[in-house]
């Protein structure tokens, strides 16, 4: 089971979010020091009271229990644990001061984190007033101030991930929840967003919550991130939730389908961090591992090659790292890449190129006994190369990618029969045809081979033609 595999593995790491090691201190940083700040500016309770703004009962409580020590504190749990949740849900329900919701959210925070078995108690007051323990946190997720939304997050995490099995967050909660998450984590310029990462992190352990959260789309927006410009502690934490996702064996198939290796490849060839080396790692390992499939397993180390990673690993293996982990990784990987290029037929490494999306000149595209032989293939699994083409020609803003890919859907036409019909029903020919007014030139001359290939019939006269000195310039095509 994924699930078992994935504990045996975590089991050694923190399960609190402040308690990561040295890797993390930076994780919550922005948060911590606003709570820091937060935690010194106390609230005159005292005032509450006197406005009638809250109850005499939880005036008594809160003071009691902000003025006193760690000991103090668990001594007043233990008389009345169930006063403490009905005191906070009151507090954080009735008070619309941001200042006062901060300092209560932090209090908050540090009940649970001093111990974690004190979510039972919101879950045990809830229960018993027959109401959701999740509603009372999730709409302060709505305020607009920054600090409450992100200490709102860490307590609801906290919650979610020290509840037992059977009473995890789930349904409406759980999508509402995780959606809120993968939204801030696309959000331009948020200065919370290493502790977004680190909520997501935390959630992401227990494998409920990762079928959750690719539910919601989340593994598309973990790349999308990732493929941006952020710094090397976002890469690390969001590489690790990749890392913990691919523990699950269903997810871990699709992974690549996401374009993961290819983007996790990019980040491996810049970085300059040891634990960012390491998780991309062991992220590859487990593309490899997990699988069940063998074609996947296979797919996913084909795709490792053709993004240079086995060029990466032979400068990794001329540094030192303090982490022998990382040795045994690179040895794994190289074991199983250099296994699967030795089998490794000329269509599978163009299947794997397509299905990339990054297309590059490699040999395959300009054999003639590549297309002969391999043409009809195109047409498999309900035409998917065909249809990836042409996406590629209406999303890519690569000009190389528009090349090559314009030049073979033209000899797909060539070699295969029925290939103009088909990529008119496709659509293909109408984005080839578009792409003969592009800026670049050569995309504008593979653009015009393809659609002579799509309406010519005589495929040797016009190689021929195309074989003589200056056929290009008479054609009017400005190649580059």
Known sequence: MASDNINKVLGTLPEDIEKAGVDNLAATSVLQQRASEIRAQRINWQSYLQSQMISQEDFTFISRFDGGNAQDREKIVQENPLQCAKTFYNLLGHISKDQTIQYLLTLVDDFLQENKNRVAIFREFARKRRESVW?????????????????????????ACWSPPGELMAGSDLQYYLTWLKDQLRMQGNEYVQSVARCLQMMLRLDDYRHAFVGVDGIATLVSVLSGRVNFQIQYQLTFCLWVLSFNVDVATKLNKFGVIPILADILSDAQKEKVSRIILAVFRNLIEKPEELEVKKENCISMVQCKVLKQLELLEQRKFDDEDIQEDIDYLNEKMNASVQDLSSYDEYVTEVRSGRLEWSPVHRSEKFWRENAQHLNDKNYELLKILIQLLETSKDPLVLSVACFDLGEYVRHYQRGKHVLEQLGGKTMVMALLSHDDPNVRYEALLAVQKLMVHNWEYLGRQLEKPGASSQMGIAVA
């Open 135 to 159: 509603a009372h946190f999730l709409n302060l997720l709505n305020r607009p101030d920054g600090f409450i939304q992100n200490m709102t997050s860490r307590v609801v995490a906290k919650m």
